[in-house]
């Protein structure tokens, strides 16, 4: 079983910056990506960013030049660096990966149960 776990979220003034950590736990092979997704109220979930176990990463339109991703593949962590954050940036964050859980096994996505951020002055 696969567990990951996000932390780091919480109400910050527009402008303002905060970072998001997740975990990854459990039974796992290899991780191909992992990433960030979001969902504001009333919206649809969107793709924030995602990177790849090699390090190459892409960003949504809407957090380009705002956003970083990076990660540290040997503690199964990925994380999320936020400047000059927005009201519009208020969402659930979701942690995701790409993941083998057992040698031979299909591919799976797992997902973290989200941290809500808060862009509010």
């Known amino acids: 079983q696969v567990q990951l776990v996000e932390s780091g979220g919480g109400l910050v003034q527009p402008g303002g910056s905060l970072r998001l950590s997740c975990a990854a736990s459990?039974?796992?092979?290899?991780?191909?990506?992992m990433g960030w997704y979001r969902q504001a109220p009333e919206k649809s979930r969107e793709r924030v960013a995602v990177?790849?176990?090699?390090?190459?990463?892409r960003y949504s339109d809407a957090v380009k030049g705002r956003f970083t991703i990076t990660s540290d593949n040997a503690k199964k962590e990925v994380y999320l660096d936020m400047d000059r954050l927005d009201p519009e940036d208020t969402a659930v964050y979701y942690c995701?990966?790409?993941?083998?859980?057992?040698?031979?096994?299909?591919?799976?996505?797992?997902w973290g149960q989200g941290t809500l951020v808060t862009v509010s002055s």
């Open positions: 990177i790849t176990i090699g390090g190459s990463a």
């Open positions: 459990g039974t796992i092979f290899s991780i191909y990506h």
């Open positions: 995701y990966a790409d993941l083998v859980a057992e040698p031979g096994s299909h591919p799976l996505d797992a």
